[in-house]
């Protein structure tokens, strides 16, 4: 892709789907969801996630092919891991980001699932809305939420990447793969992400004092200090973007392409089939999910 001057890239009501009974009362741990454990959580245990804003990030980036004729500026606050306990990769997600919400106590997760519950956002910990998503950060962490709307491409770019970039968050629902990465499965496969992190390919010779070379990684930077702003002529010399994401079925970060979890976020709008025959109850909002997810993106701050 080439750099357009200015842009990162070219250019309800809430109901069931279901008539059964109304869902089960709140409990207060996210351990209610019975059954046997999924592959995920038992290949999670025993294990520590790295930490660090940049630890990880390196062995990713390493372990890419990205191109050698670019200088690559990464940013990134970390967010701690939690492996989600049945479908709740939203409520998962959503503690996840919190972390960078500075906030003057700790937010649980059983916390953030059980208003969830309370406010009927959810019956088995799913998350078909993004409103509700947006509504339900600020009642937990006491901050501010807004939805973008249509997609994460042209002026949503920059705002998105100038969002994570101040280090704040960003919630992105899409098609999780079998290796939790964007795919499109047309919303049979809906999950959320927490966005903390973002790597810029740049074409350009040099860059200001004001970002450091990583001493392992030659064409790698980031911000010198904690202070350092993000230029805007910066904007200019950008041709490849990757996100740093988390989701709860992996204790690692992920490095996506900033296109492809756009693409995957934009085509959210179908329920799956498979929950649609299983007897449970879920929310979705009316309009179903291409209203409540296809396309949308929560920025918190």
């Given at each position: 892709?080439?750099?357009?001057k200015?842009?990162?890239?070219?250019?309800?009501t809430?109901?069931?789907v279901f008539?059964?009974?109304?869902?089960?009362?709140p409990l207060?741990?996210?351990s209610?969801?019975?059954?046997?454990?999924?592959?995920?959580?038992?290949?999670?245990?025993?294990?520590?996630?790295v930490t660090g804003?940049?630890?990880?990030?390196?062995?990713l980036?390493?372990n890419?092919?990205?191109?050698?004729?670019?200088?690559w500026l990464?940013?990134?606050?970390y967010?701690?891991?939690?492996?989600q306990?049945?479908?709740q990769?939203g409520?998962v997600a959503?503690w996840m980001a919190g972390?960078?919400?500075k906030?003057?106590?700790?937010?649980?997760?059983?916390?953030?699932?059980?208003?969830?519950l309370d406010?009927?956002?959810t019956a088995?910990?799913?998350?078909?809305?993004a409103?509700n998503m947006?509504?339900?950060?600020?009642?937990v962490y006491?901050?501010q939420?807004?939805?973008?709307s249509?997609?994460?491409?042209?002026?949503?770019?920059n705002?998105?990447?100038?969002?994570?970039?101040?280090?704040?968050?960003?919630?992105?629902?899409?098609d999780e793969?079998?290796n939790?990465?964007?795919?499109?499965?047309g919303?049979?496969r809906?999950?959320?992400?927490?966005?903390?992190?973002?790597?810029?390919?740049?074409v350009?010779?040099s860059?200001s004092?004001?970002y450091?070379?990583d001493?392992?990684?030659p064409?790698l930077?980031y911000?010198?200090?904690e202070?350092?702003?993000?230029?805007?002529?910066?904007?200019?010399?950008?041709?490849?973007?990757y996100?740093?994401a988390k989701q709860?079925?992996?204790?690692?970060?992920?490095?996506?392409?900033?296109?492809?979890?756009h693409?995957?976020?934009?085509?959210?709008?179908?329920?799956c089939?498979?929950?649609?025959?299983?007897?449970l109850?879920?929310i979705?909002?009316?309009g179903?999910?291409?209203?409540?997810?296809?396309?949308?993106?929560?920025?918190?701050?």
């Amino acid at each position: 892709m080439s750099a357009e001057k200015g842009s990162c890239f070219p250019a309800g009501t809430v109901i069931s789907v279901f008539s059964t009974p109304p869902p089960p009362p709140p409990l207060a741990s996210p351990s209610f969801f019975l059954g046997n454990k999924k592959l995920y959580q038992r290949v999670a245990e025993g294990k520590t996630p790295v930490t660090g804003d940049h630890e990880e990030a390196k062995v990713l980036i390493k372990n890419r092919n990205l191109r050698k004729d670019l200088k690559w500026l990464l940013f990134n606050k970390y967010i701690p891991s939690l492996i989600q306990d049945g479908p709740q990769c939203g409520l998962v997600a959503l503690w996840m980001a919190g972390h960078l919400l500075k906030m003057n106590r700790n937010v649980t997760v059983e916390e953030v699932v059980k208003l969830a519950l309370d406010k009927q956002y959810t019956a088995q910990g799913e998350m078909f809305s993004a409103d509700n998503m947006a509504q339900l950060a600020e009642d937990v962490y006491n901050c501010q939420a807004d939805v973008i709307s249509g997609g994460m491409m042209g002026s949503h770019c920059n705002k998105i990447i100038s969002h994570i970039i101040a280090g704040l968050p960003v919630l992105v629902p899409y098609d999780e793969d079998f290796n939790h990465e964007p795919c499109q499965r047309g919303g049979h496969r809906a999950h959320w992400a927490a966005i903390s992190g973002v790597l810029l390919g740049l074409v350009c010779e040099s860059l200001s004092n004001e970002y450091k070379e990583d001493p392992d990684i030659p064409g790698l930077f980031y911000p010198a200090s904690e202070t350092t702003s993000y230029p805007q002529y910066i904007e200019d010399f950008i041709v490849e973007v990757y996100l740093l994401a988390k989701q709860g079925k992996s204790l690692k970060y992920q490095l996506w392409e900033y296109q492809r979890l756009h693409e995957s976020n934009l085509q959210l709008t179908e329920f799956c089939p498979k929950r649609n025959s299983d007897g449970l109850v879920y929310i979705v909002p009316d309009g179903g999910v291409t209203s409540g997810l296809s396309g949308k993106v929560v920025l918190l701050k």
